[in-house]
């Protein structure tokens, strides 16, 4: 039998179509071999960051002429180390922050700057929305904490031509409540200046020098940012009185009270930075921080009186939607002895009245039963203070 090959039927189509298809497994291979790869590359890089050790942390005290740095290291003494060649020599001075290895003790990375760590234990506002038109009573206290803050900070050539220096630091002292911190926010908005808000406590650091640590990146921090005033809250929590012998956390703090009083009255130069400090507890101050050319002048932050209550009452109500003309003198006398803050909770209580009923607009009615509220709750709070130190 004899023929040519054209004779017999030949689907090429079927050929097609199994290429076809044989193809589209070999690019699908290739795409699901690719993520195989990139998945490997993935784990292999977390697990020479598990095996890696870890790094050490230091600060550069200065650089050497043969090329090696001078670093105080985190966790022991001065070294004297050499720096990576990956690394851009101009980026290491005085004062930078880098990471050491831990086998050969060489500098292998220039950390960025603290500033953003500092950040995260403040409150930093560029401008406050605090006025002193929105603090209440207080004008004799308001007119003093113009004179020794905003004065030298908006006008400081009129204390050299007189020449004088104003005072570097001031102490609020009174109850709580009554607008200390306001007091502060409004001052700094006054005159134009960055507000560094903290907390004393968060000066407690768990490791011995990071307190005092924090204390000098504040004031490099309010350096930098100047004309700036730092505002340190409950300063009593590391300014108590010394004692000769305590416990290794009493001295860390004592050492941290120490870089504060150096910053403050030492060798650098304050310059458009004013330092306000507020507490609670004046009686437990330790007298070093008190003495002239620290916080040297002392501004007393007392409960407002009738009239202070009026006037807290009317900035309050300035912001309400009230059904009604509101009788402030009746509020003030009711009020006795409340702060500027037991009087905020009394407008927000009134609110809350209202609001349970349904209404969009505060009464007369409503105060007068908020003021009753928050009266009964500070007498229960009284009595409980006092059965707890019956026990004590």
Same mark, same amino acid.
């Given at each position: 039998?004899?023929?040519?090959?054209?004779?017999?039927?030949?689907?090429?189509?079927?050929?097609?179509?199994?290429?076809?298809?044989?193809?589209?497994?070999?690019?699908?291979?290739?795409?699901?071999?690719?993520?195989?790869?990139?998945?490997?590359?993935?784990?292999?890089?977390?697990?020479?960051?598990?095996?890696?050790?870890?790094?050490?942390?230091?600060?550069?005290?200065?650089?050497?002429?043969?090329?090696?740095? &001078? @670093?105080?290291? $985190?966790?022991?003494?001065?070294?004297? !180390?050499? *720096?990576?060649?990956?690394? %851009?020599?101009? #980026?290491? /001075?005085?004062?930078? &922050? @880098?990471?050491? $290895?831990?086998?050969?003790?060489?500098? !292998?990375? *220039?950390?960025?700057?603290? %500033?953003?760590? #500092?950040? /995260?234990?403040?409150? &930093?506002?560029?401008?406050?929305?605090?006025?002193?038109?929105?603090?209440?009573?207080?004008?004799?206290?308001?007119?003093?904490?113009?004179?020794?803050?905003?004065?030298?900070?908006?006008?400081?050539?009129?204390?050299?031509?007189?020449?004088?220096?104003?005072?570097?630091?001031?102490?609020?002292?009174?109850?709580?409540?009554?607008?200390?911190?306001?007091?502060?926010?409004?001052?700094?908005?006054?005159?134009?200046?960055?507000?560094?808000?903290?907390?004393?406590?968060?000066?407690?650091?768990?490791?011995?020098?990071?307190?005092?640590?924090?204390?000098?990146?504040?004031?490099?921090?309010?350096?930098?940012?100047?004309?700036?005033?730092?505002?340190?809250?409950?300063?009593?929590?590391?300014?108590?009185?010394?004692?000769?012998?305590?416990?290794?956390?009493?001295?860390?703090?004592?050492?941290?009270?120490?870089?504060?009083?150096?910053?403050?009255?030492?060798?650098?130069?304050?310059?458009?930075?004013?330092?306000?400090?507020?507490?609670?507890?004046?009686?437990?101050?330790?007298?070093?921080?008190?003495?002239?050319?620290?916080?040297?002048?002392?501004?007393?932050?007392?409960?407002?009186?009738?009239?202070?209550?009026?006037?807290?009452?009317?900035?309050?109500?300035?912001?309400?939607?009230?059904?009604?003309?509101?009788?402030?003198?009746?509020?003030?006398?009711?009020?006795?002895?409340?702060?500027?803050?037991?009087?905020?909770?009394?407008?927000?209580?009134?609110?809350?009245?209202?609001?349970?009923?349904?209404?969009?607009?505060?009464?007369?009615?409503?105060?007068?039963?908020?003021?009753?509220?928050?009266?009964?709750?500070?007498?229960?709070?009284?009595?409980?203070?006092?059965?707890?130190?019956?026990?004590?």
């Amino acid at each position: 039998m004899s023929g040519s090959i054209d004779d017999y039927p030949v689907s090429r189509s079927g050929d097609d179509s199994i290429i076809k298809i044989l193809e589209e497994k070999v690019k699908s291979m290739q795409v699901e071999i690719e993520s195989l790869r990139k998945e490997l590359i993935y784990y292999k890089s977390e697990f020479e960051k598990l095996m890696s050790p870890p790094l050490i942390e230091a600060t550069v005290l200065d650089v050497l002429e043969d090329g090696r740095v &001078v @670093v105080r290291s $985190s966790s022991g003494p001065n070294l004297i !180390v050499n *720096v990576s060649h990956n690394i %851009d020599y101009g #980026l290491i /001075k005085p004062g930078s &922050v @880098v990471a050491l $290895s831990q086998r050969g003790s060489t500098v !292998v990375e *220039v950390l960025p700057d603290r %500033d953003d760590l #500092l950040v /995260k234990s403040l409150e &930093v506002i560029d401008r406050p929305n605090v006025t002193f038109t929105d603090i209440g009573g207080l004008d004799e206290q308001i007119r003093e904490i113009k004179e020794v803050v905003q004065l030298p900070l908006t006008n400081p050539s009129i204390f050299k031509e007189i020449g004088i220096e104003p005072p570097k630091g001031i102490l609020l002292y009174g109850p709580p409540g009554t607008g200390k911190t306001m007091l502060a926010k409004a001052v700094a908005r006054e005159s134009n200046a960055t507000f560094l808000h903290v907390v004393a406590s968060e000066f407690a650091q768990k490791f011995v020098g990071e307190g005092a640590k924090l204390v000098k990146e504040l004031f490099e921090l309010a350096r930098k940012k100047k004309p700036s005033i730092v505002f340190i809250d409950e300063i009593d929590a590391i300014a108590a009185k010394r004692i000769e012998v305590g416990t290794s956390g009493e001295r860390e703090i004592q050492r941290t009270l120490m870089q504060l009083l150096s910053e403050i009255d030492g060798f650098n130069n304050l310059e458009a930075v004013k330092v306000i400090a507020a507490t609670n507890r004046i009686d437990i101050l330790d007298p070093a921080i008190l003495r002239p050319g620290r916080f040297d002048r002392l501004i007393y932050v007392p409960l407002p009186n009738e009239k202070g209550r009026e006037e807290i009452f009317k900035i309050y109500l300035k912001r309400m939607k009230i059904s009604e003309k509101i009788d402030v003198k009746t509020l003030a006398l009711m009020t006795n002895e409340f702060s500027g803050a037991d009087i905020k909770n009394v407008c927000i209580e009134a609110a809350y009245q209202a609001i349970r009923e349904g209404r969009t607009s505060v009464s007369g009615t409503d105060f007068i039963a908020a003021v009753n509220y928050i009266k009964s709750k500070k007498n229960n709070l009284t009595k409980n203070v006092e059965r707890s130190e019956k026990f004590i």
